[in-house]
Nanobody, 124 residues
């Protein structure tokens, strides 16, 4: 019973920072690929950052977040994080983490396990 629980969303001003957490239960995070995705109103869900434990393409960042967002892992806590800096209004979205045993592309449609999402709002 793999479960993912996101936390850390909220309201921040433009230029601010947030750290999102994704805690896995029911499995060991080390065995899974993990992705962070978001969906803004009126837009398709998109991949922002993905992490793979295999030697292939271990970390991916979308162009829109490269240099601002960082994906990390805490093996002891079985948790992955998305550190978000320099937030912009266009970053406003529901953010999801997802996991899969397969090393899938960082695209949302085929990932197996999903968290419930956490709202990030960037506004003054």
């Amino acid at each position: 019973q793999v479960q993912l629980v996101e936390s850390g969303g909220g309201l921040v001003q433009p230029g601010g920072s947030l750290r999102l957490s994704c805690a896995m239960s029911g499995a060991t995070l080390d065995y899974y690929a993990i992705g962070w995705f978001r969906q803004a109103p009126g837009k398709e869900r998109e991949g922002m950052s993905c992490f793979w434990n295999s030697g292939r393409n271990r970390i991916y960042y979308a162009d829109s977040v490269e240099g601002r967002f960082t994906i990390t892992r805490d093996r002891a806590k079985n948790t992955v994080y998305l550190e978000m800096n320099g937030l912009k209004s266009e970053d406003t979205a529901v953010y999801y983490c997802a996991a899969d045993l397969m090393d899938l592309p960082c695209a949302p449609k085929t990932w197996k396990y999903w968290g419930q999402g956490t709202q990030v709002t960037v506004s003054s």
